[in-house]
């Protein structure tokens, strides 16, 4: 009885692993999907030099003498999927501000400018490229885990805020 059942599927199991093994892909045509779409990055501008800013520490590594905050003030998710902030580093007096994005999806960041503490201003990247967050660059690699839940864009900027405080 329950050999009439099973030969169907196992059938079926047969004929879907020989066209797999030739290489033959079955592809619908019935569906418009966005994925074969490639990714574009929307336009965006720096924003103000940080006069009032939220700062939100993050701590990749309990044993690092720097600390890392991050402003939640300008954080903020773009339609490509990017989640772009201002972060801050201080090494004991020393104050360090860049605007940096990560994507998400594809596991990159990118630095949009550096800041001038003299001139209160943003200098830009001379090569502004998307780089791969690496294993040994740890503070990336926990941003990413707090802005980027599941390896996608927050909905919102309240959304990463909020896993920033939670996790930071």
């Not at 030969?7 to 004929?15: E, H, I, Q, T, Y």
């Not at 592809?27 to 336009?43: C, F, G, R, S, T």
């Not at 830009?124 to 390896?151: A, H, N």
Request: aromatic share 10%; net charge positive; hydrophobic share 40%.
């Amino acid at each position: 009885m329950k050999f009439r059942h099973t030969l169907p599927a196992l059938l079926a199991l047969c004929l879907s692993l020989t066209a797999q093994a030739e290489g033959k892909l079955i592809k619908n045509n019935n569906y418009a999907l966005d994925v074969d779409k490639p990714w574009e990055e929307q336009a965006y501008s720096l924003p103000a030099y940080p006069q009032a800013a939220d700062w939100i520490e993050v701590k990749p590594d309990w044993l690092q003498s720097n600390r890392f905050f991050v402003d939640g003030n300008t954080l903020s998710v773009g339609q490509d999927g990017v989640v772009r902030f201002i972060s801050r580093v201080l090494s004991g007096k020393v104050e360090n501000l860049s605007v940096e994005g990560i994507q998400c999806k594809s596991n990159q960041y990118r630095a949009y400018g550096f800041g001038d503490s003299v001139n209160q201003r943003w200098i830009e990247p001379m090569r502004p490229l998307w780089q791969d967050i690496v294993y040994s660059d740890k503070l990336r690699r926990e941003l990413r885990t707090l802005l980027c839940p599941f390896g996608s864009a927050p909905r919102d900027a309240a959304q990463a805020v909020e896993s920033l405080r939670k996790g930071g």
